[in-house]
């Protein structure tokens, strides 16, 4: 696995340490002395021995850290929700769940005006995403 600081390998390495997995962190010490090589360098690379891979990967898939069949199936797709009077915003409309974010995505149109007039117009798409189910959507008027 690879991860852009190495904090954020600590967590699975004490995860597979405390399991007796032998891990290594390749890059570890140029990442923390210099963070602005991390994606020139690849980020940190955490590493196990050959023997040990399908362990690693049933210890890391069981305990949800990691899931490579799921993340393939579940892309992002947009989904078109029409908005009605009665219907709250602040709620996702598949799973009710009020843990959600309003995103602004830049359009094609703030490139054009940039060359065109050298002024970037604030012209943006703007969608929701709920972090329960991770759908994303758009209220259509």
Known sequence: MT????HESYIIKGVLES??????????L?????????NALGGVRL?????QVSI???ILKDNG?????????????????????????????FCHSDNIIKNKRPTVLILISIFLLCLP????????????CEKEWVFKK
């Open 30 to 38: 140029t990442i923390q002395v210099d963070n602005f090589l991390s």
């Open 121 to 132: 117009l604030p012209l943006f798409r703007k969608n929701y995403y709920c972090y329960n």
């Open 3 to 6: 991860f852009t600081y190495p």
């Open 47 to 51: 590493q196990v021995p050959k023997e």
């Open 65 to 93: 850290y990691f899931n490579k069949d799921e993340r393939i199936q579940n892309k992002r797709k947009k989904v078109v929700v029409l908005k009605s009077i009665d219907y709250d915003v602040t709620v996702c409309p």
């Open 19 to 28: 399991k007796g997995i032998e891990t290594f962190l390749k890059d570890e």
């Open 56 to 58: 690693a990967y049933k």
